[in-house]
């Protein structure tokens, strides 16, 4: 079974910094895109950031600039640092992966952590 843990998240004043990390554990592989999302109360899940195996990244025009997605694939961890904060960032920061499985090297699509609050205030 594999499994995203995320951490980081917590309480921050606008303009604020955090770093979220989300590691995953298990029979894996290897991974191959790792993403961040967010999900405020009442609204739908949205993507922030992707990164895939080659680090190529692609973000969310309200992430650009201020947010970066990077990853240590040796730890089997990816990484989302967040710059100038605003209260509208505030949200439940999701992780996902698609892992491939270490004994039968079947890729397990959409894999989600339990998610991390991130609350920024004004």
């Known amino acids: 079974q594999v499994q995203l843990v995320e951490s980081g998240g917590g309480l921050v004043q606008a303009g604020g910094s955090l770093r979220l990390s989300c590691a995953a554990s298990g029979s894996i592989f290897s991974i191959g895109i790792m993403g961040w999302y967010r999900q405020a109360p009442g609204k739908q899940r949205e993507l922030v950031a992707l990164?895939?195996?080659?680090?190529?990244?692609n973000y969310a025009d309200s992430a650009k600039g201020r947010f970066t997605i990077f990853r240590d694939n040796a730890k089997n961890t990816v990484y989302l640092e967040m710059n100038s904060l605003k209260p509208e960032d505030t949200a439940v920061y999701y992780c996902?992966?698609?892992?491939?499985?270490?004994?039968?090297?079947?890729?397990?699509?959409?894999?989600w952590g339990q998610g991390t609050q991130v609350t920024v205030s004004s």
């Open positions: 990164i895939d195996g080659r680090a190529s990244t």
């Open positions: 996902n992966a698609d892992p491939v499985i270490l004994t039968s090297r079947i890729r397990v699509f959409n894999v």
